[in-house]
């Protein structure tokens, strides 16, 4: 290897904001991370953990050839033998138990790898099973179902404007902390600045005072689960006051009598009594969107990933809608990415309810079931039982509900192959682990988080070292594995060509290409290592709506059910403690603690709850609980805070390493224990089966003895 010293630049891929980044190597060393200031969109911003990408090219924990476990230990295999191994294993399960019989998880860092977005679907294919599942139903599936709906593709999703916005309402997220999330908006917190000092305003509502709130012009605390009667007032109150502005779109617009009669009885006091917020804030924030003309409302896994996140999705998209906020200037609107361009007819549109999970019958959604039924699918028997299961860049055990019992169903699966370049809490049970070259050896085009963009932007992103002769990308194990599976299964097989060539197709082929004077190719970007500025968002929805009949049908049968069901009568409190998550900002799900100096410096891992809620259990601040729920208990330690909601508790999701098995050094001696020990596989949202990970009922009490 030369010794020679480069500077490249590449988008961190880290998280949603995709920063640009300059990065200075000599040789194989990374010697520094900077954020990139010619980077139109990111402008020099990022997080702590851009630095992360030099721990992990350089962990020796990450492994870099394909390994088998033999009882307790690991043994490096050639590729050869692993991928012919694999192939075998999987086929023979399925021979002996239908196609069904072999799951597939795909976790969150496959849609920060270009190569996992274009090939994944070999495998899929080649395998032919419906058990697929996927970390969007723990997460964004809810936004996915209503854009399917509402736009006729689960890809034509509503994105803040909020460059141009002078009211932002954000319900259950924490940009601040996680970045942006279906917002991708490097540099969050400049850009909320930005409205304040357009002599606008951002409002916060969220059981916890977050590092946004606290940065909020007003922040209101809600009772976790309850934020659809909040919603649901506010559309009551825009209908009721007469005050529909259905803007360019009104004659898109289909249903509004009906959904005015749907929200007709949940008035603000009702929202009130079950929410926390008084009538008059609920109030006052309906008035401001209807008042304000460039206005948004935006919510996030707090009111996605909770029981009725579909039904909160759809109030969101209805309030915009009918406040005159939609595909408008200042409110939510849809991107014109380079790649992945959605309009009428564009792939991937998605499908509800195709087939039912087979215990259960919970709905697929885009051909995945709802991974709240993983575990119960591995441990029912009977025809379809699943027996053998593919991870792909994820890790159920820690970040699925109820992952203890994920853990214990994977202990009796017949095979299990991972494509990871960890031994985690759920890759410790593979037989072999498949692990892809680092994400720094391959290039990468961010189309995923380039779609979801408060700018349209476009960059492409160098290698900044080569793999290993023998590596294989991810790609490249998705290519000659299928082809292996599909000869054993006797089925075609034709491998896609490098994932830089379909970039490079879509982008002559998309709406800056061949036809537009910015004629974008790889190449030309290639030349433009720090990206090339798209300008704002435009109005475009009547030209791509891609539902049926061309219009935006509101109702929505599977809401109308679930709206239905809701209780309608003033609450009474029921005292039980209320459990949600927390992020921070130098952790990332469940994969990043391996990084000293992500873990170094103080604990960011405790229960947090209210000093009232400690008191009335006689609690220490610091002492040593255990916290209960249907499923299971853990025990950490409890700090003190009055961010929280007086009879609402936070843990962070992503912790629990000291399982025996786990290979991560660092991660191993960290002490945070897993929420998802207490989060409820069978508590989820109706509609769509998305896990409630959100609002679990818990009880807290002094750690025994
Ligand atoms: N209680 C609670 N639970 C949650 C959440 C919550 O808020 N609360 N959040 C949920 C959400 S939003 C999400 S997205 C999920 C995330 O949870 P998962 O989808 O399980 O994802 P990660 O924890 O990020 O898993 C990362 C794994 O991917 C591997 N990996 C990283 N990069 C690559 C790569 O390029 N190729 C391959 N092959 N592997 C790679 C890492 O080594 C690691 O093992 O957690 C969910 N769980
Ligand atoms: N640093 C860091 N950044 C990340 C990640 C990370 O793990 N760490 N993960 C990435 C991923 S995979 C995702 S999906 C995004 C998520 O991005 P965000 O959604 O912005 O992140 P969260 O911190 O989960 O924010 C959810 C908020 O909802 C609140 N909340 C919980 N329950 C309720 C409720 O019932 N109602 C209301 N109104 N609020 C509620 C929580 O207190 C929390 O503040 O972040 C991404 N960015
Ligand atoms: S905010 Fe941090 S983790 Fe996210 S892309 Fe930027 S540098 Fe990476
Ligand atoms: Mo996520």
């Known amino acids: 290897m030369s010794e020679t010293t480069q500077t490249l630049f590449r988008a961190c891929h880290l998280c949603e904001a995709i920063c640009g980044l300059e990065i200075k190597t000599q040789g194989s060393e990374i010697v520094s991370i900077k954020g990139d200031n010619a980077d139109p969109f990111s402008g020099g911003h990022l997080c702590p953990k851009a630095m992360a990408l030099k721990d992990l090219q350089e962990d020796p924990d990450r492994l870099r050839k394909p390994v088998k476990r033999v009882g307790d230990n690991w043994q490096e295999i050639t590729w050869q033998e692993a991928l012919d191994e694999v192939a075998r294993s999987l ?65 034509l999703l509503p994105i803040p404007d909020i460059d141009h916005t002078d009211y932002m309402v954000i319900i259950g997220a924490n940009p601040l902390v996680s970045n942006g999330s279906l917002m991708t908006a490097p540099n969050i917190t400049r850009k909320l600045q930005q409205i304040q000092k357009r002599n606008g305003k951002f409002v916060v509502i969220d059981p916890r005072r977050t590092e946004t709130a606290k940065a909020a012009d007003e922040h209101h605390f809600i009772k976790p689960g309850s934020d659809v009667y909040l919603l649901l007032a506010i559309a009551n109150y825009v209908f009721k006051s007469n005050k529909v502005n259905t803007a360019h779109l009104g004659d898109l617009l289909v249903g509004l009598g009906e959904v005015e009669l749907a929200v007709a009885d949940f008035s603000a006091e009702l929202a009130a009594s079950k929410t926390g917020v008084s009538a008059e804030i609920i109030e006052d924030i309906a008035e401001n969107l209807i008042n304000t003309k460039r206005a948004v409302l935006y919510g996030r896994m707090g009111i ?99 992952g203890k019992q994920i853990d214990e169903a994977m202990e009796n699966l017949d095979y299990v192959v991972a494509i990871d370049f960890y031994i985690n809490e759920t890759t410790r049970h593979a037989n072999i682990i498949l692990p892809p070259s ?226 991560a050094q660092v991660a191993s001696q960290t002490q945070g224990v897993s929420c998802n020990d207490l989060t409820d596989e069978t508590f989820y949202d109706a509609i769509s089966g998305n896990a409630a990970l959100n609002g679990v009922p818990v009880e807290v009490f002094n750690k025994a003895g």
Not at 101 to 114: D, I, L, R
Not at 360 to 380: D, I, K, N, Q
Not at 457 to 482: C, E, G, M, V
Request: glycine share 8%; proline share 5%.
């Open 91 to 155: 086929t023979d399960v399925q021979r002996q138990y239908g196609n069904d019989s072999v799951a597939v998880f795909a976790g969150n860092p496959n849609v920060h790898n270009y190569g996992n977005l274009t090939h994944g679907r070999l495998l899929r294919k080649a395998l032919q099973t419906k058990s697929n599942y996927s970390a969007t139903s723990l997460d964004q599936l809810p936004h996915h179902l209503i854009a399917y709906h509402l736009y006729g593709h689960q890809f």
């Open 304 to 402: 996605s990933v909770q029981q009725y996140g579909t039904l909160c999705q759809w109030l969101i998209n209805i309030i915009n809608l009918v406040t005159g906020h939609t595909d408008v200037e200042g409110g939510a609107m849809f991107t014109s990415p380079a790649v992945a361009y959605v309009k009428k007819g564009a792939p991937g549109a998605g499908h509800f309810g195709k087939f039912r999970s087979r215990v259960s019958g919970l709905p697929e959604f885009g051909g995945e079931l709802p991974s709240v039924a993983l575990a119960e699918e591995m441990m029912t028997e009977g025809e379809g039982q699943i027996k053998a299961m593919v991870t792909i860049a994820g890790n159920p055990v820690l970040s699925s509900a109820n």
């Open 438 to 663: 680092s994400p720094l050896e391959h290039e990468h085009y961010d189309f995923a988080f380039l779609r979801l963009a408060v700018r349209d932007t476009t960059r492409i992103n160098p290698a900044i070292f080569d793999k290993d002769n023998d590596a294989l990308h991810d790609w490249q194990i998705y290519n000659k594995l299928s082809e292996k599976i599909a000869e054993l299964k006797n089925n075609d097989f034709s491998p896609l060509p490098d994932p830089k060539h379909i970039v490079d197709w879509e982008l002559k082929n998309g709406l800056y290409g061949q036809n537009h004077e910015l004629n974008l190719s790889w190449e030309m970007l290639e030349a433009n290592p720090h990206g090339i500025d798209l300008g704002p968002l435009k109005t475009s929805l009547k030209d791509r709506i891609a539902t049926l009949s061309g219009n935006i049908e509101l109702i929505i049968p599977e809401c109308m059910q679930d709206l239905e069901s809701l209780d309608k009568t003033i609450d009474t409190q029921d005292g039980k403690l209320l459990l949600i998550g927390r992020r921070h900002i130098r952790s990332n799900n469940s994969w990043m603690h391996n990084y000293q100096r992500l873990v170094k410096g103080k604990p960011h891992w405790q229960l947090f709850m209210h000093p009232d809620d400690l008191a009335a259990r006689g609690i220490e601040n610091g002492a040593e609980v255990t916290i209960k729920s249907r499923v299971g208990e853990v025990s950490t330690v409890v700090k003190a805070t009055d961010e929280m909601m007086p009879g609402v508790i936070s843990l962070p999701h992503g912790w629990g390493h000291q399982k025996a098995g786990v290979k």
